[in-house]
């Protein structure tokens, strides 16, 4: 597909998003996605590296930094009607007398507040959102699974976290993402997210995965945990049909939580 971009400012823009967005493009993708030369595509690059912007590798250029991580409070304003949607539809599912266990994260957070009206539930977390939400509850027991504080998450992991989950089993997880694909699975920042990730799924019956319609085809950063057959992402409307479409014919099960 080539892109309909006029001028080499706009052109080298969209080379940097790109770049940003799908980790690595090559001199001849990105000279038939724009339908100019090779050699144009080069003096792009040439003059995007001396201005900083990108970092060039042989044969493409790959972005400088692919997306910085933007911290939890900067995430808990994005997307608000979507989260609260998928929040709302994750907390239906939950019964009386269950188990679950919670991710840290935004959405996830939104999820925990809708669970502020349960009933007998035990609620084990590595997120410090859905302890701040959840801690004056009479009728929700907190578990807190502890472990090393991430600042920009506000999550708990490494060892201790690990060392907790071996003692425990759930009803329900819910995870979050920082992006999703049907080709990688789920993508975080860090390499210590994606390993408590795949501890926290297999002691559960259940695993939902919770990511606004913003993260579903995108990949902003180089760590990842596998999304199997069975487990259920749940987003909104807004999401890439394609890339819905994708996860699907892999077995992946696909809600698309309503707004209304």
């Given amino acids: ?5 006029q001028g080499a400012r706009a052109r080298r823009d969209q080379i940097v998003h790109l770049a940003t967005t799908t980790g690595l493009a090559s001199v001849e993708e990105l000279s038939s996605t724009f339908g100019v030369t090779a050699s144009t595509i080069r003096r792009d690059l040439a003059q995007l590296t001396a201005d900083g912007r990108l970092a060039r590798t042989y044969g493409g250029a790959m972005a400088l930094v692919a997306h910085p ?8 304003g994005e997307a608000f009607e979507a989260k609260q949607a998928i929040a709302r539809w994750a907390a239906s ?23 502020r009206t349960a009933e007998g539930l035990t609620v084990a ?39 907790a989950l ?8 819910f995870l979050g993402a920082d992006g999703v694909t049907a080709e990688h699975g789920i993508c975080e920042a860090d390499l210590r997210q994606t390993r408590l990730k ?21 990949r902003p950063f180089h760590t990842w945990i596998r999304l199997p057959p ?24 696909v809600v698309i939580a309503d707004a209304d």
């Avoid at 991580?69 to 808990?76: F, H, N, P, Y």
């Fill in 125 to 163: 977390t590595t997120g410090l959102t859905a302890l701040q939400e959840l801690a004056d509850v009479e009728s929700v027991r907190v578990e807190c699974l502890g472990g090393t504080l991430r600042p920009l998450s506000q999550s708990f992991l490494g060892p201790l976290a690990e060392a």
């Fill in 198 to 218: 795949e501890l926290m799924a297999r002691r559960a019956e259940r695993v939902y995965v919770l990511a606004h319609a913003a993260k579903v085809g995108r």
């Fill in 69 to 76: 991580e933007a911290s939890l409070r900067q995430r808990t």
């Fill in 93 to 115: 599912t939950v019964r009386t007398g269950e188990t679950v266990l919670l991710d840290a994260g935004s959405t996830v957070g939104a999820l925990a507040h809708e669970l």
């Fill in 230 to 253: 069975g487990w259920i992402l749940v987003t909104d409307g807004g999401a890439d049909p394609d890339e819905i479409g994708a996860l699907r014919a892999g077995g992946v099960e």
């Fill in 1 to 5: 597909m080539t892109l309909p971009v």
């Fill in 166 to 173: 071996e003692r425990m089993t759930f009803d329900r997880v």
